[in-house]
């Protein structure tokens, strides 16, 4: 039997509608494109990312894993696997866990797909596209989420490159702020695609909104502090790589599928990753 741990790394589940940019955030933030961002079914159940070495898990509906090649997430579906663990020796993973989650808007997926590793989760980043920021819809399901996620979450308007005149992105940031006032932490835009175009280049990153998107999550995790591991009956924890992982001196992860490690997350959080203990 293992022990207990007592603590862990802060959790940050990626949410928001169909095609709002969430597995497009999580390359990003991941550095590698390793995200099923390109898997077209929407059967996917939640992909909890952690630091480890590389490694594919299913997680079916007993709790039961088993490891799976890369090739295989077209395949899965939540009807029988309720999470995907990938586990990665990525610089973000060193700080918190990220989920992928699935699009809270399609009438396939039930609720409880999401709702059971939401329940786990200690913040959020909510996806929205300028385009169609905010619908009511969103506003509608993350009224209804409890006040520790509002407080410690952040709101992403992703696809500002759509928008065509800085008029228009200054006038959908301002309506969205005024929208959800008390319901993030803050309402950021953001190109996902205009970051993930140039990742090395500073100027892409600032003027993506990259930059500032990633000033705040570290300021988010870094105030949901070191949580304590929820008890040790979880199935959750009882899964994958044992939790906590040490926090090793970052290495340079290997490329996934010949795409060369990209850096976004910026120096303060390599040299502050979050020490979880055992
Ligand atoms: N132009 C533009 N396209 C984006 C942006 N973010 C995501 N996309 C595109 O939107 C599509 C859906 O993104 P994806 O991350 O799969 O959405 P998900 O369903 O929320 O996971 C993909 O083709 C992305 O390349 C963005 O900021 N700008
Ligand atoms: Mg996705």
């Known amino acids: 039997m293992t022990a207990t741990p007592t603590t862990r790394r802060p959790r940050i589940a990626l949410m928001g509608e169909f095609s709002a940019g969430k597995s497009t955030l999580a390359n990003l ?34 709790g039961q894993t088993s490891a799976i090649a890369a090739s295989a997430l077209n395949g899965i579906s939540h009807h029988d696997t309720q999470a995907v663990r990938v586990l990665l020796e990525a610089e973000v993973l060193e700080f918190c866990d ?7 808007s399609d009438p396939n997926m039930p609720s409880e797909v999401w709702q059971r590793v939401l329940d786990r989760a200690d913040g959020v980043v909510w996806c929205t596209p300028a385009t169609q ?35 228009d992105r200054d006038r959908v940031t301002a309506r969205v702020r005024r929208e959800t006032e008390g319901l993030f932490r803050h309402a950021l835009p953001i190109s996902l695609t205009d970051a993930l175009s140039d990742p090395d280049n500073p100027d892409v990153l600032e003027q993506s909104g990259a930059d500032r998107f990633v000033e705040n999550l570290v300021e988010l995790v870094e105030a949901l502090g070191t949580p ?17 992982a040490p926090a090793p001196v970052a290495p340079a992860p290997p490329p996934v599928d010949g795409v060369v490690p990209r850096r976004v997350i910026p120096k303060r959080v390599r040299r502050a990753p979050v020490s979880a203990r055992p």
């Open 228 to 244: 304590q591991a929820d008890g040790g009956a979880a199935r959750f924890e009882a899964i994958g790589k044992p939790e906590p």
């Open 98 to 104: 990220v989920i992928d989650m699935p699009g809270t």
């Open 29 to 62: 933030l991941l550095g590698q494109r390793v995200s099923p961002v390109k898997v077209t079914a929407t059967q996917l159940p939640p992909v909890w990312y952690s630091f480890g070495h590389e490694s594919i898990l299913r997680v079916d509906n007993s």
């Open 133 to 167: 920021a905010w619908r009511q819809s969103e506003a509608a399901l993350w009224e209804q989420l409890p006040a520790r996620l509002h407080e410690n979450s952040l709101l992403l308007i992703t696809r500002m490159d759509a928008l065509k005149s800085q008029t």
